[in-house]
Nanobody, 117 residues
């Protein structure tokens, strides 16, 4: 089993930056692709970004492309989400998820990001 813990959320003004971290424990982290999702109040959870096993490929939602960067450090069992040029509409709880063949997806508890205008 994999345990995921997100951190790095907080309150920031529009135009500011935050870096979220997703720390994993329990299994060989490099076996898992990792994604970030977010959920705003009263809305469904939505995809934000995804990174492959070695970090060689990344994918982004159109709404964050060019502003957010996902990366991973398998030696530290951690995936990062660098968020720049934040907008009020980025306000949400951000979750990381890990996936590998043959296992159910794992989710963290989430970290709150609030962007003030």
């Amino acid at each position: 089993q994999v345990q995921l813990v997100e951190s790095g959320g907080g309150l920031v003004q529009a135009g500011g930056s935050l870096r979220l971290s997703c720390a994993a424990s329990g299994r060989t982290f490099s076996r898992y692709t990792v994604g970030w999702f977010r959920q705003a109040p009263g809305k469904e959870r939505k995809f934000v970004a995804h990174i492959t096993l070695s970090g060689g490929s990344t994918y982004y939602a159109d709404s964050v492309k060019g502003r957010f960067t996902i990366s991973r450090d398998n030696a530290k069992n951690t995936v990062y989400l660098q968020m720049n040029s934040l907008k009020p509409e980025d306000t949400a709880v951000y979750y990381c998820t890990a996936r590998t063949s043959g296992e159910s997806d794992y989710w963290g508890q989430g970290t709150q990001v609030t962007v003030s205008s």
